[in-house]
């Protein structure tokens, strides 16, 4: 069974990411996807904690009938080599990691990872999403249906704001 990884901080989790997962899960078996910066909240950047993070990603994916993945926590550490030991304890069976940008691809290989970087989706990203949410801006289709609901439904946006 091949694993993969893919690390973000999902704030929120979006279509951009939701078609990152499927294409991940077409290489491997079962994803740990990790929930980047797990100890930041409440901020600009960071509006939603680990645990709210955590809900609305397996919401998502249990709405897309997406199962086989499993949710850890990486908090943010100073030192790259303390935040390479969380990873490796959080997914030591990581076959591959799925990376977002060249800076990460350089970062994994450099440790000796088997790197697969994912497709840019324009038009889509936490910071665009956020931004179209402070401004009063549709959002939602940028997002999948169970993240628009579950942050609806927990009045989530009061953080974002």
């Avoid at 993969?4 to 999902?10: K, N, P, Y």
């Avoid at 440790?111 to 949410?133: A, D, E, H, N, Y």
């Amino acid at each position: 069974m091949t694993t993969g990884l893919f690390i973000g901080r999902f704030q929120p989790f979006h279509n951009a990411h939701l078609r990152n997962v499927r294409g991940a899960l077409k290489e491997v078996d079962m994803l740990v996807i990790g929930i980047g910066s797990s100890d930041k909240e409440r901020t600009q950047e960071n509006p939603f904690s680990a645990k709210e993070r955590k809900e609305m990603i397996s919401a998502a994916l249990d709405n897309e009938g997406i199962s086989s993945f499993t949710i850890v926590e990486l908090p943010d550490f100073a030192d790259d080599g303390q935040w390479m030991d969380c990873v490796r304890t959080a997914a030591p069976d990581a076959d591959i990691v799925f990376v977002g940008n060249d800076e990460a691809k350089e970062f994994f290989e450099k440790r000796g990872c088997t790197v697969r970087k994912l497709p840019f989706v324009k038009g889509i990203s936490g910071t665009i999403v956020r931004g179209m949410m402070r401004g009063g801006k549709e959002w939602e289709p940028l997002v999948p249906p169970a993240i628009h609901q579950y942050i609806f439904q927990n009045n989530l946006l009061r953080y974002v704001q």
